[in-house]
């Protein structure tokens, strides 16, 4: 059987005569090219940046046009940029996909082998956004874990004011909002009077002054006053690195504008937020729940073994079924 598949693979034509294959790793690359273009087409390369312009001109030299790589970690994102900006035709491949292709030999290595399915456009890549794009994904992506970060410092702030049984979060919704951080800023600066920091609240507040000035007699000791004060550096430390993103998104979203040939003051007016959603959330808001209800309406259970007959994409798995 093994043997037939061989010579089916020998009977194939090439689609990519001048292909190459990476096999990624972290501290060495092993790139392959046409047995026929090179003595020695399988080659080890070093992971620093002069070792991967090293690469990209031996492919030149092998007059190499296309470049498969596994996508694996993220190890492959230099290799990937520098021979891009080399001007080859990189693709990403999902290494289930090169795996699941029969007639393999166990003498061949992995950058042969890629570079071998390759050749015979057996391999299928992985969705590579434009560079404008890609930047701007970044930059949201940048922004979205300042967030995350800024989180964690709202819980130390709730916690070190819980400790000195400062129950604000009691009387406001949001201890972040603007009669929270007025108070406290307040706090913070020294004040520790419960009816001159209840007087701070936003009249849009629904808490009374005197239900605020109940829950702010605490307990003002020095260590969590301390741990307040650290909380409150670090969260407002965080905005302003995500005001730093925010300028950085919105200037890409004027570079895509421009390249796209569009004038961006003749559009109306959108907020940063909702762009920012856009790109991120309409694929999972959308797309995915009515992929998800296709599935459970026909009774399908999500698997991982590509065997099954019934196979549900790997993405879903990251939706918390």
């Excluded at 940029?81 to 080859?88: A, K, Q, R, V």
């Excluded at 292709?101 to 399915?117: E, H, I, M, N």
């Excluded at 940063?272 to 459970?296: D, H, N």
């Amino acid at each position: 059987m093994t043997e037939a598949r061989s010579k089916d693979m020998a009977a194939l034509s090439l689609v990519n005569p001048r292909a190459a294959a990476i096999d990624i790793g972290s501290t060495m690359h092993m790139a392959a090219i046409n047995p026929d273009a090179d003595d020695n087409p399988v080659r080890a390369f070093g992971t620093f940046t002069g070792d991967l312009h090293e690469m990209a001109r031996w492919f030149k030299a092998c007059d190499v046009t296309s470049v498969a790589m596994e996508s694996t970690g993220v190890y492959w994102i230099p290799a990937y940029e520098i021979l891009e900006h080399h001007g080859f035709h990189v693709i990403l491949v999902n290494a289930r996909y090169a795996k699941n292709v029969p007639g393999r030999k166990t003498d061949v290595s992995d950058a042969a082998w890629l570079q071998r399915l390759h050749s015979y456009g057996l391999l299928r890549g992985s969705f590579r956004p434009e560079a404008g794009v890609a930047t701007l994904r970044a930059y949201v992506r940048q922004r979205e874990r300042l967030i995350e970060y800024a989180a964690s410092h709202i819980q130390h702030m709730q916690k070190a004011l819980m400790e000195m049984n400062v129950q604000l979060h009691h009387v406001v919704s949001d201890i972040t909002g603007a009669t929270g951080m007025r108070i406290i800023r307040a706090v913070v600066a020294g004040e520790r009077k419960p009816h001159i920091l209840a007087e701070m609240r936003d009249i849009r507040c629904h808490s009374s002054v005197e239900t605020i000035c109940a829950a702010l007699s605490g307990n003002w000791r020095d260590e969590h006053i301390f741990a307040l004060c650290q909380s409150v550096a670090l969260y407002d430390f965080y905005q302003t690195k995500i005001l730093e993103c925010d300028r950085k998104i919105k200037a890409s979203l004027n570079a895509l504008a421009v390249d796209q040939g569009h004038d961006a003051r003749n559009l109306p007016k959108v907020r940063t937020k909702t762009k920012q959603v856009i790109i991120k959330r309409c694929r999972q808001q959308v797309v995915l729940p009515a992929v998800c209800t296709f599935y459970e309406t026909a009774h399908l259970k999500p698997s991982r073994n590509p065997a099954k007959h019934y196979h549900v994409p790997a993405f879903l798995h990251s939706l918390g079924r």
